[in-house]
C-alpha cells in the first residue's frame, strides 16, 4: 500500500487531471516527479522514443487512476471525468497507442485555450473543457477564450510540465523564445493575457451554452427540426457542424458574417484567416503559413465563435428546405471562388456529413444544377437524399410510361402536338434516373429504349423552363418512391423478354371473324390486334415488337394509333382475355394491365402540362361520343378537355360508335356469353333468354349457334315426334 501525500489539494470544479497534479506539486514545494513518483505515475511515456511524460489528461489507464485514488483518496469516476475520456467519441477522437486528440477528427486539437480571469480566481486550475475545440468563449466572464500566451506567443499546455522543474500555477509553463537546447521557462503571467469581449447573451455565447450544454449529456439525441422527429446522435451533429463551420472558415467574407459577430471579432477572424499560426506545435511568432486550415479546429477562438455561430444557425433551421435556404449564401460563395459545385462534390469538400445536411447543402444548389442532377438528387422535394443504385426499378416500369401518366406529364405545343418524340419513353427513363446512379445509358439499355444522352438532357431541360411542368419532376420523383416502396405487380422486364420475339398473340382467323360481325367494312389485317396485345402486355410501344407484326412505316404508326382509339368494346373484350390467356399459360399471377396511383394530395398543387385523365368518367364520355364516325378534336372540345386526353380515354374504355346494324351485332357479340350459360348450365329456355334480354327469338338462337352451342328440342318438340312415329291401337 502506498503513503498518501503530505497535503492533499481537493480537485477544482471542471480542473483538468494534469492541471490539478501540478497544483498539487506546487503546494508542496517540489519538483513535479516527486509528485508523479508518490502517485506511482510513470516519469516518462513507453509508447514514445523522447523522454517526455504521458498525457494523462487525454487519456489515463485504468491502472494509473486506480494508483491515484489510492493515494489522494479521489475516486476514480471523479479523476476520469478530469481528462478528455468522457468526450472521447462525439466532442473528439483519442488516440489510444499515442494519448493524444486526433486534430482531423471532430474538431480535436493540442494544447488548451483558457479565460484569463478564471485562471486569477482559481490561483491557476485548468480546466479541462478549455482543451475542447468546441470552447471558444467563457459564459461566465462574456469574453473569448485566449489562444496564447501574449509574451512567447505559444499555446499553453501543448506538453507536459518538465519534471524537474515545480509547477508555478498561473504561469506560462512554456519554454522561453530563443533559449537554447535548454531553454527556461517563459513564466508569464497568464491572468494578464488580453481578451476580447463579447456580448452577454449574444449569438456567441449562446452559441457557446448551447454546446456546453450538449457535452454535459454526451449519450443524448439530439432534437433539432432539420433531423426529423428521431433524432441524431451528438457526434454527427457536431461532424456537420465542423463541415459547415469549414466551408465558412474558407469562403464567407466579412459581410457575410457581420450579423453573426461584432466588428472586433471579425477583425480577429480576418487575422487568422490571412496569417494562421501553426497549432501543433510551439513556434516563434515568425513561422507561419499562408494557407487556412481545412480540416483541424481554427487556431484562433474568434474563428471557431463564428464558424460554429454561423454552422449551428443553419443546422437549427425549421426544415430541410429552410436549411437549404439559410446555406445558400455559403454555397453561392464556394461557387463564386471558382469551384463548380454539384452535389457529390460539395459533400466531398465538406467531408462526411449527415443525410439530413446533405439533402440542405443539395437544396441549396437546386436552381444551379443541371435537370439530371436535380433528379438523382430528388432536391425539388423537401427531403432529398444521395443516389442510390435501383436498377431493380426498371422491372417495375414499362418502356413508355403507363398512358394515365403520360396524358398528365408529358408537355405539348399550343396545337397539342408534344415537344418531343416518344415523350413517353422519356418520361419512363428520367423515372428511372430519379434518386438513381444508373447512367442515362444505362437507364435506356434497362428500359429497352434508345436514347442519346443529349436527347434525355435536352428532354429534361425543357420541362425545367416551361412553367406549365414546374411539377413534372417531382411528379416522377414521387411516382419512383411510391415504386420503391410499394413495388409493382407487374414484372415487365419478364414480359418484354418473354413477347418481344413473338411474331403472333393472337389467333389471326379468330379476330377476323369477329371484325366480320362486327364492322360494316372489317379490316382484314389482324397485325394492329397482335400490335394491341404485345403494347399491353409488356408496355412497351409496337416498333419493338417482333417484325413480323411491328409498324414498318409511318403510315402503319398511324393507322394502329387510330385503332387503339376507335377499338370498340366487344373487340377490347376479346384482345384483353388473349392477353389474360397467354399469362395464364405462363403461368403469370399478374393483371393485364397495371397503373399506380399517387394519393390525390401529393399532386393537387403540382404544375402540370396535362389534365388529370381521370377527371372525366367514362359514363359521361360514352354520352358525348355521338353514334357513327366522329372526329377527336370535337369530342375534346365537347368534354373540354385535351385531344390526348381523349385519344387516352377512348383506349382505357372503348365507345360503340357503330351504325345500328353493327351496334345490335356488337352488344349481342358482348351477351353470348352469358346466354350460353344460362342456356347450358341454367337450363334457361331461348324464349326466356329473349325475354329477359328484350330481343328476339331468332337473335339468341342464331347467336348461340354462331357459337357452337348445340341446341335441344323443346316438350312439345318430343311428344310431337313421338306421336309420329308410335302405331295406333285401332
Known sequence: MRRTLPIRCAPYPGEALDSWLEFTAARLNCPFTDVLSALGLPNRDAAMAAPVLPRWTALATRDELAAIAEVTGVTEDVLTAM??????????????????????????????????TCLADSDGRWQVTWRLGWSFACTRHHVLLADRCPACQRIPRLRAHPRRETPRPGLCSSAAPDGGPRPPRCHHPLADTPVTTITPDGALE??????????????????????????????????????????????????????????????????????????????????????????????????????????????????IRAAGRAVRWLTDRVAADGRPLYPQSLVARSSAVSPALEAALRCSRETTLFPVARLRHRTVLGSPRPPAALSSRADMLPTALWPAWAVCLSPRHADGRPTSQRTDELLTIACLLAGNTASIQDATRLTCTTFSRHTVSAFLAELTRRRDCAGVLR????????????????????????????????????????????????????????????????????????????????????????????????????????????????????????????????????????????????????????????????????????????????????????????????????????????????????????????????????????????????????THRYDRHTPTDH
Open 83 to 116: 481528462t478528455l475520456q468522457p468526450f472521447d467519441g462525439h466532442a473528439l477522437v483519442i488516440l489510444p497507442e499515442h494519448r493524444r486528440v486526433h486534430r482531423q477528427l471532430l474538431w480535436g486539437r493540442a494544447g488548451s485555450r483558457f479565460c484569463p
Open 206 to 319: 449562446e452559441t457557446q451554452r448551447l454546446i456546453d450544454t450538449l457535452l454535459q449529456d454526451p449519450g443524448r439525441t439530439v432534437h433539432w427540426p432539420l433531423y426529423g422527429r428521431t433524432g441524431i446522435p451528438l457526434e454527427v451533429v457536431l461532424r456537420d457542424v465542423k463541415s459547415l463551420a469549414t466551408l465558412v472558415l474558407r469562403h464567407a467574407t466579412f459581410e457575410n458574417l457581420r450579423p453573426v459577430a461584432p466588428p472586433d471579432v471579425l477583425d480577429r477572424l480576418e487575422r487568422y484567416r490571412t496569417r494562421p499560426l501553426l497549432a501543433r506545435a510551439q513556434h516563434p511568432p515568425d513561422a507561419r503559413r499562408v494557407d487556412p486550415p481545412r480540416s483541424v479546429t481554427p487556431g484562433d477562438a474568434a474563428a471557431a465563435a463564428v464558424a460554429a455561430t454561423t454552422a449551428i444557425r443553419i443546422l437549427r433551421a425549421k426544415s
Open 475 to 718: 411528379a416522377l420523383i414521387l411516382l419512383a418512391d411510391h415504386l420503391d416502396a410499394h413495388g409493382s405487380p407487374i414484372n415487365y422486364a419478364r414480359r418484354r423478354a418473354l413477347f418481344t420475339a413473338r411474331p403472333r398473340l393472337v389467333d389471326p382467323e379468330t379476330w377476323l371473324d369477329l371484325q366480320q360481325r362486327l364492322r360494316s367494312a372489317p379490316a382484314l389485317d389482324a397485325r394492329h390486334a397482335q400490335r394491341w396485345i404485345f403494347q399491353t402486355l409488356t408496355g412497351s410501344p409496337p416498333r419493338l415488337a417482333h417484325p413480323d407484326i411491328a409498324p414498318a412505316t409511318n403510315s402503319q404508326r398511324m393507322q394502329y394509333q387510330r385503332f387503339r382509339w376507335r377499338i370498340l368494346p366487344a373487340e377490347h373484350d376479346l384482345l384483353h382475355h388473349t392477353a389474360r390467356t397467354l399469362l395464364e399459360e405462363h403461368g403469370f399471377d399478374e393483371p393485364v394491365q397495371w397503373t399506380p396511383r399517387l394519393p390525390a394530395r401529393t399532386l393537387r398543387h403540382l404544375a402540370l402540362p396535362g389534365p388529370d385523365p381521370d377527371s372525366i368518367t367514362a359514363a359521361r364520355l360514352h354520352q358525348a361520343v355521338p353514334g357513327g364516325d366522329f372526329s377527336i378534336a370535337q369530342l375534346a372540345h365537347t368534354l373540354q378537355t385535351t385531344p390526348a386526353h381523349v385519344v387516352y380515354l377512348l383506349s382505357q374504355h372503348p365507345v360503340d360508335w357503330s351504325g345500328p346494324r353493327f351496334r345490335r351485332t356488337q352488344h349481342t357479340a358482348t351477351r353470348v356469353p352469358q346466354w350460353r350459360a344460362w342456356y347450358e348450365q341454367g337450363d334457361v329456355s331461348l324464349q326466356d333468354i329473349a325475354d329477359r334480354e328484350g330481343t328476339s327469338l331468332a337473335t339468341v338462337r342464331l347467336a348461340l349457334l354462331k357459337n357452337g352451342v348445340a341446341m335441344r328440342f323443346s316438350r312439345a318438340h318430343m
